[in-house]
């Protein structure tokens, strides 16, 4: 038992392919070995006629029942089934996987004779749930506190739906923790350095590809900036060799078994093999037995034409260095530690790729790649349950969220509340005024992305207040507050602040199968579209400081006049142009700024004289 006789809390690192658990005991992190002995327990459940495996057993029967064992749900979270990126998965995958409600992918398996549907997040509970048994079993009591961890990447719906699936399989889940963040981590374990360092977390799995740049000082961990595509590591590897052992089966053997499920997964096994095997070995072999209608099938593949197949992923993993390296303001030099996590950093391409990239820097690879997330993992659920002791205590880790959150404002603006790579936990507010007079009620339309007006970004959600009481424009407001907490989950309030009405949402419950990882699309297409941003951001300015103008006169003429001046032919016409102007500014949400610009003149040309005249 743990320090204080406390069930200890542990630590579960669940990766698209295997899955880690470990915890914090007598001074140090234990990795729990499975009932197999294994440390790492492969992210798969086999469904047979009487019995639900999950694991080693069934990873075991993969081969011998190919359309009932399931592997990669991790991939699904959070996506829609006509996601190409699915779509691109599923002709690789031997078992079904069908659009079920909201084009959400359910997948389908025979079981006990029946045909049953489960999602991702079902799947990763039982995945859950073992890794539960075997902490149980090698704790001798009984588990229900865990943090677990998920790809920086992934969206709050993806970060709720695995916390869903902790619950689901009898957790208390005390944390949803960034997989690069909990690397950093087991890497600051025994650093805890006095001077400032740089570390750049190179963190490349079965299915994600994260990079953290993060700052270390005196334990304190501060995640500077992301990058990553949720959908790239070890299984896109695999399935380029499995493409190619396929074009050569087609070709030698006149046989097509892309849709034949048990030779596919048979295929696929073989190839995974063989990659890592090319990680040591110059050349390998595949050999299956009876792959299909009788076909021994045996070929060999040298590392040159395995990096020559996916030396474009490889490439886009050093893109995406540069790209975090740039979103932190930070040149290659100024980065102290390149540290690998994760299964595919052993792939010596890969690390010579990164090692040029930083001309020739000595890469970390001193903490285990397979086992470094559910150690820091570990390492936090110790600290958020009171279990660790000194030398971890000090250990704080600050995540940041990927995109930009804000409001739209009239117009079409982009009003950032939270910018990218804010630190979370995290509470932010804004001011949003009415707009119009006597408006009695407020929309606040709550955004996602990094570009100047709203249509280039993503809508997640709607905040509605009404019962405001009948004003001029600008006099009444709303607070909305943005709040992201621990486990990066964002809630929005907005409070109308003399009568205290409120209203608040939580974020992507409203549109959970929204396919948030687009980030990269989305970060890549602010940076195409930054000249015409540009353009978007002066017209706002132009446009705001007219508004001002036209609300500024009528404020003056109503409040500064004599009553004599109030009735003169001249305040008359004035008040007239200003109700016109401000329709005029209704009916020209998106005028552009040359537009606005002679407006104003016009304006300026109509009610300067007598504004100057009324306040000389
Ligand atoms: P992870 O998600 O960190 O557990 O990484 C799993 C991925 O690492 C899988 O795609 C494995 O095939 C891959 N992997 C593990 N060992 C090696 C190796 N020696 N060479 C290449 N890839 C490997």
Redo the contacts with the bound molecule.
């Keep these: 038992m743990s320090e204080g006789n406390q069930a200890p809390a542990i630590g579960i ?1 669940l ?6 658990v470990a915890v914090w005991r007598n001074d140090r992190v234990e990795i729990i070995p499975n009932d197999q002995g294994n440390r ?1 327990t492969p992210s798969c459940v086999s469904f047979k006629e009487s019995e639900r495996l999950v694991g080693d057993a069934a990873m075991n029967v993969a081969a011998s029942n190919p359309v009932n064992t399931v592997f990669d749900a991790k991939r699904l979270i959070g996506r829609r089934f006509s996601d190409p990126l699915v779509q691109t998965d599923v002709m690789l995958w031997s078992f079904k996987v069908v659009a079920g409600h909201d084009d959400k992918p359910m997948i389908v398996i025979n079981y006990m004779d029946e045909e049953k549907q489960f999602s991702a997040e079902e799947i990763s509970s039982m995945i859950l749930a073992k890794m539960k048994e075997i902490a149980e079993a090698y704790l001798g009591c009984t588990v229900k506190d865990a943090v677990i961890t998920v790809p920086a990447y992934f969206s709050d719906s993806q970060r709720r739906a695995t916390k869903d699936a902790g619950t689901i399989s009898g957790f208390n889940v005390l944390r949803i923790m960034v997989e690069p963040t909990a690397a950093a981590v087991a890497y600051g374990l025994d650093k805890m350095f006095s001077s400032e360092r740089n570390v750049l977390i190179f ?6 590809f994260d990079v953290s740049l993060l700052t270390m000082a005196d334990g304190t961990i501060k995640v500077k900036s992301i990058a990553g595509d949720t959908h790239l ?3 896109d ?2 399935n380029r060799m499995v493409n190619y052992f396929l074009e050569e089966l087609k070709r030698k053997h006149k046989k097509d078994i892309s849709n034949k499920s048990r030779a596919l997964r048979r295929l696929k096994t073989a190839c ?1 093999r063989a ?6 070995m110059a050349h390998t072999t595949i050999d299956i037995d009876g792959l299909y209608n009788g076909i021994d099938f045996e070929s060999k593949i040298s590392r040159a034409k395995f990096e020559e197949l996916n030396m474009d992923l490889f490439e886009k993993c050093v893109e995406l260095v540069e790209k975090c390296l740039k979103d932190a303001e930070m040149d290659k030099t100024s980065i102290q530690d390149v540290v690998l ?7 010596p391409k890969v690390q010579q790729l990164l090692q040029d990239f930083f001309d020739g820097k000595e890469l970390c690879k001193n903490i285990h ?2 086992e470094a ?1 559910a150690c820091g993992a570990a390492v936090q659920a110790a600290n958020l349950s009171g279990q660790g002791n000194h030398k971890i205590k000090g250990l704080i880790s600050h995540d940041v969220t990927p995109l930009s959150l804000g409001v739209g404002l009239i117009a079409g603006e982009m009003s950032v509340v939270v910018p990218r790579n804010t630190n979370f936990p995290t509470k932010k507010q804004k001011e949003v005024f009415t707009a119009r007079d006597n408006q009695t009620s407020i929309s606040s339309y709550v955004y996602e992305g990094e570009r100047a007006t709203i249509s280039g970004n993503t809508l997640l959600s709607k905040l509605w207040l009404s019962g405001i009481p009948r004003s001029p424009r600008g006099v009444q407001k709303v607070g909305v507050c943005f709040n992201i907490d621990a486990d990066g989950i964002l809630s929005v309030s907005s409070e109308h602040e003399s009568t205290g009405k409120k209203s608040s949402v939580t974020i992507r419950n409203v549109d959970p199968m929204r396919p948030k990882e687009e980030i990269t699309r989305m970060l890549e297409e602010a940076e195409r579209h930054k000249s015409e941003d540009e353009r978007h951001k002066n017209r706002f300015v132009v446009r705001n400081s007219l508004e001002n103008y036209i609300y500024g006169t009528r404020d003056t003429i109503s409040t500064k006049r004599s009553a004599s001046e109030l009735s003169s032919p001249d305040t008359k016409r004035i008040k007239d142009e200003i109700k016109n102007a401000i329709q005029w500014l209704d009916e020209n949400n998106f005028a552009e700024a040359d537009v606005l610009v002679n407006k104003r003149k016009e304006l300026e040309t109509s009610w300067n004289p007598f504004i100057t005249k009324g306040s000389s």
């Design positions: 690192d990766g698209t392919t295997y899955s880690c790492i963190d490349l799995g079965g299915g994600t590591g070890g299984e590897f695999d995974e990659k890592r095997n090319l990680s040591f996590v994760g299964g595919s950093t052993r792939i790649p397979d997330i």
